[in-house]
């Protein structure tokens, strides 16, 4: 919402720049009737809608791979503290504010509807050029709404309301201007904190006045006549703020629009520089580009079979389709610093099984009857494109940084029913967090729990694990390994859709 609000506003300032700049000093008022009423849609059409094209560069992709945890099976949440969630207060009363604002908006809108209701059935009616004229005692000054016409009743019998008037505020209804002034009060009804409308509500009222003024003098043969009647009731200006006023704005700004002259090339110039502006806020705000890096083709032979994106996705979630064979035999010792692949994973055999299985959850990771192997290879003899096809196997196991654990989070933990708690790879009671101090444990990780995976013996939805200061150094958990713990890396491609 905020996003929108923000693209929205500056669409609309944009626009309404462009008007004040070039558009207003222009006889081009049909145009910026349409021009105005067509920012308001642009605005939030462009705010809303967005193209992504996609641009494919080729680029030779590396082939070592970014280091991951290597935790199965579970969503695992490090050092992330689980704390009941609090109210936000300031989104209630951000609200409260709109509300407030919204119902005295639209308490004022009904309210008008009704007065001018009021007026066309409590007072007398004439007709003017098939137009509804209402006669109200002691109005000061005639407007015009929807298809009526509103005039002071005395003037009107004793023929003191000016045809020139009338003929103006026929203009007004004839062109529909009051459904302009409708659409804006309903949007600032729904918008009523953004101010660019009230600016748009003002720029398209004053174009209704010198689209009305230029019908009228298109109607009249006495132009001098006209304008001394503007001077004349502009004492008499009362503004409601829905309706067509013979004397809405400034009586200045009509007399300069009515004599200046109008330039046929400068207006059509600026009327293609707003097609250009709207083309170009589409393009800045609608239009999005998406670089998509792919690997160039080479005329290789292909040893091994390749297969689309959406089942190495679906490989890459599903960690029950990997299997690691350990070899108690194979040596490796601690080290400060990642080694580099080629020789963490040497010698270590590297097996790849095509099987029509699913590999979602509950997958059995054991060669089945009907699985097809299609490789087995050291890593060091596996091709480059073995090695980027299957990326993903080749994670080192990485040396742990010591966490800190404040005392606030550490207190929940105790909550026997919401956690499962292990010390030092044993699984104890809630009530033995008792007997540390945050200070003690040197790391902890916890994950959540799947229905079907919880036990009467431990029904919590989450697990937890902390390592004392003492058992994260005997056991070299902030070391990594120089050499790969396991005899072979075991992997399954699925190819049921």
């Avoid at 030779?60 to 991951?68: C, G, H, K, L, Y």
């Avoid at 700004?253 to 250009?276: D, E």
């Avoid at 902890?444 to 994260?472: E, I, L, M, W």
């Amino acid at each position: 919402m905020i996003e929108f609000f923000l693209k929205s506003t500056t669409i609309l300032a944009a626009f309404y720049v462009f008007y004040l700049l070039f558009l207003k000093k222009v006889k081009t008022f049909r145009f910026n009737r349409w021009y105005l009423l067509l920012s308001i849609v642009c605005a939030f059409v462009y705010s809303s809608f967005t193209y992504t094209y996609q641009t494919v560069i080729s680029i030779e992709m590396p082939f070592q791979q970014s280091v991951s945890s290597d935790f199965p099976k579970q969503n695992i949440f490090f050092n992330n503290q689980i704390v009941e969630s609090k109210i936000n207060y300031l989104s209630y009363f951000l609200a409260f504010i709109y509300l407030v604002g919204f119902i005295f908006f639209v308490f004022r809108f009904v309210r008008n509807l009704l007065y001018f209701s009021r007026l066309k059935s409590k007072n007398n009616t004439s007709n003017y050029k098939n137009v509804s004229v209402v006669l109200v005692e002691n109005l000061k000054t005639s407007f015009s709404f929807l298809n009526t016409i509103y005039v002071d009743k005395n003037q009107f019998k004793n023929n003191e309301v000016e045809e020139e008037l009338l003929l103006h505020e026929y203009q007004h209804i004839k062109q529909k201007h009051s459904i302009d002034i409708l659409f804006f009060e309903i949007l600032i009804c729904l918008m009523w904190f953004n101010p660019l409308l009230y600016l748009y509500k003002k720029a398209v009222q004053l174009n209704h006045e010198f689209l009305a003024d230029e019908a009228t003098l298109n109607n009249i043969s006495n132009k001098t006549k006209y304008q001394y009647l503007l001077l004349q009731k502009e004492n008499l200006f009362k503004n409601n703020y829905l309706a067509s006023n013979f004397n809405f704005l400034l009586i200045k700004n009509r007399l300069l629009m009515m004599n200046k002259t109008k330039s046929k090339i400068k207006s059509t110039f600026f009327m293609v520089g707003a097609v250009v502006l709207s083309a170009f806020l589409f393009y800045s705000f609608c239009i999005k580009e998406e670089v998509v890096f792919q690997e160039p083709k080479t005329n290789k032979t292909k040893i091994t079979k390749l297969y689309s994106v959406s089942q190495f996705k679906n490989v890459g979630k599903n960690l029950n389709a990997f299997s690691v064979k350990k070899d108690d035999n194979r040596s490796y010792t601690y080290v400060d610093k990642k080694v580099i692949d080629a020789e963490y994973f040497k010698d270590v055999e590297v097996i790849v099984y095509e099987t029509k299985r699913s590999v979602g959850d509950g997958f059995y990771a054991v060669e089945g009857v009907n699985d097809e192997l299609l490789f087995s290879k050291k890593y060091q003899d596996l091709t480059k494109e073995e090695l980027h096809q299957y990326h993903f196997l080749f994670k080192q196991q990485e040396g742990l940084d010591k966490m800190e654990l404040s005392k606030k989070e550490y207190e929940q933990y105790k909550n026997k029913n919401k956690y499962a708690i292990w010390i030092d790879g044993v699984n104890v009671s809630n009530e033995q967090l008792n007997n540390y101090k945050p200070e003690d444990f040197a790391y902890y990780s916890g994950s959540s729990v799947y229905k079907n995976a919880r036990t009467k013996k431990h029904p919590q939805p989450f697990q937890y694990s902390f390592y004392t200061q003492d058992y994260f150094e005997k056991k070299n958990m902030g070391k990594w390994l120089s050499r790969h713990p396991g005899r072979s890396l075991v992997m399954w491609v699925s190819t049921k859709k």
